[in-house]
């Protein structure tokens, strides 16, 4: 393929700029949006398009994106690159002042750049530096990959670390944090007053709702409206929302099986059109029993799927 860099001539979409440098044309959107990192080229019609330079200097910023930095720090030192500097094969990674992490590791055996990178954040601190770099995943990945397939696998790692150690629950509490506030700034909130929502509640007893959370931003995705009732919902209060809303699912979550109660999920009132129970998370996997005409998903993928449905 024909080099581009420095090429005054070549004008490329946001489409084709994205093909030519392994991104999405939603990250590349989002660079321009939060960062400030555009296309040079406006056309007579108003279209922007990318030049060499910035097809060169797009391609920098994901190096150093990919090696950990921050993307607005990667953007701020890619533009303090003189374009002569910028060639097909990205320099070294440029100094981008980083906070320390003190030391720690996090162990993620086979991890990749990207969940490496947050790994790092994580011990850093650095929650702003982790909201950011999951909503750009979600925005190119969707949120059922990013969930699955790079949060799923840190998360656990910080909490095996806490298991093993002892230490670092407030790494646990910033990232949580962190991937929370991308999670609800995710998409756009669709109208429940248009058709019946779905309702997301935990167990009377449950703290963890990061993963309801990315089930109400992957349903987001999905045009599905949704009502989040969040941690330790008690069980008279549960019954009331189920009353009021008239929901077409509802959505119990337990992460332990000390929290999943069926004499809960049992309890629940009636309605017609009824609603439909799911039971998610991996406390519910010895009650599936006492519960026969739920639904119990094995990932936040088939939960999403099971709802659409």
Same mark, same amino acid.
């Given at each position: 393929?024909?080099?581009?860099?420095?090429d005054?001539?070549?004008?490329?979409s946001?489409?084709e700029?994205?093909a030519?440098?392994g991104?999405?044309?939603?990250?590349?959107?989002?660079?321009?949006?939060?960062?400030?990192?555009a296309?040079?080229?406006?056309?007579?019609?108003?279209?922007?398009?990318?030049?060499?330079?910035?097809?060169?200097?797009?391609?920098?910023?994901?190096q150093m994106?990919?090696?950990?930095?921050?993307p607005?720090e990667?953007?701020?030192?890619s533009?303090e690159?003189a374009?002569?500097?910028?060639?097909?094969?990205?320099?070294?990674?440029?100094?981008?002042?980083?906070?320390?992490?003190?030391?720690?590791?996090?162990?993620?055996?086979?991890?990749?750049?990207?969940?490496?990178?947050?790994?790092?954040?994580?011990?850093s601190?650095?929650?702003?530096?982790?909201?950011?770099?999951?909503?750009e995943?979600?925005?190119?990945?969707?949120?059922?990959a990013?969930?699955?397939?790079?949060?799923?696998?840190?998360?656990?790692?910080?909490?095996?670390?806490?298991y093993?150690?002892k230490r670092?629950?407030e790494?646990?509490?910033?990232?949580a944090?962190?991937?929370?506030?991308?999670?609800?700034?995710?998409g756009?909130?669709?109208?429940?007053?248009?058709?019946?929502?779905?309702?997301l509640?935990?167990?009377?007893?449950?703290?963890?709702?990061? #993963?309801?959370?990315?089930?109400?931003?992957?349903?987001?995705?999905?045009?599905?409206?949704?009502v989040?009732?969040?941690?330790?919902?008690?069980?008279?209060?549960?019954?009331?929302?189920i009353?009021?809303?008239r929901?077409?699912?509802?959505?119990l979550?337990?992460?332990? #099986?000390d929290?999943?109660?069926?004499?809960?999920?049992n309890?629940?009132?009636?309605?017609?059109?009824?609603?439909?129970?799911?039971?998610?998370?991996?406390g519910?996997?010895?009650?599936a029993?006492?519960?026969?005409?739920?639904?119990?998903?094995a990932?936040l993928?088939?939960?999403?799927?099971?709802?659409?449905?």
């Open positions: 393929m024909t080099s581009t860099t420095g005054p001539d070549v004008a490329l946001v489409a700029a994205a030519r440098v991104l999405t044309a939603a990250t590349l959107r989002t660079w321009d949006r939060r960062y400030g990192l296309p040079s080229i406006r056309t007579a019609g108003g279209h922007r398009r990318y030049n060499g330079t910035d097809i060169a200097r797009l391609r920098v910023v994901q994106v990919d090696g950990g930095v921050p607005g990667a953007v701020v030192a533009l690159l374009p002569d500097s910028l060639r097909d094969t990205p320099p070294a990674t440029p100094s981008v002042t980083r906070r320390r992490g003190g030391g720690n590791v996090i162990a993620l055996p086979g991890a990749d750049d990207v969940q490496r990178g947050l790994a790092r954040a994580a011990v601190l650095d929650g702003v530096t982790i909201t950011e770099r999951v909503a995943l979600m925005d190119e990945h969707g949120v059922i990013t969930w699955e397939d790079i949060l799923v696998p840190v998360l656990s790692a910080l909490g095996e670390r806490w093993q150690t670092g629950i790494i646990e509490h910033v990232t944090d962190a991937v929370a506030r991308a999670l609800q700034t995710h756009d909130l669709p109208r429940t007053d248009q058709q019946r929502p779905v309702l509640a935990c167990m009377p007893e449950e703290l963890h709702t990061l #993963p309801l959370m990315a089930l109400q931003a992957a349903l987001r995705d999905a045009g599905q409206p949704t989040m009732l969040g941690a330790r919902v008690p069980l008279v209060a549960l019954q009331d929302a009353t009021r809303l929901p077409r699912r509802v959505v979550w337990a992460q332990l #099986p929290v999943a109660a069926a004499e809960i999920a309890g629940l009132p009636t309605q017609r059109p009824p609603h439909k129970l799911v039971l998610a998370g991996p519910w996997h010895d009650a029993a006492d519960v026969p005409d739920a639904q119990y998903p990932s993928g088939e939960a999403v799927e099971l709802i659409v449905a």
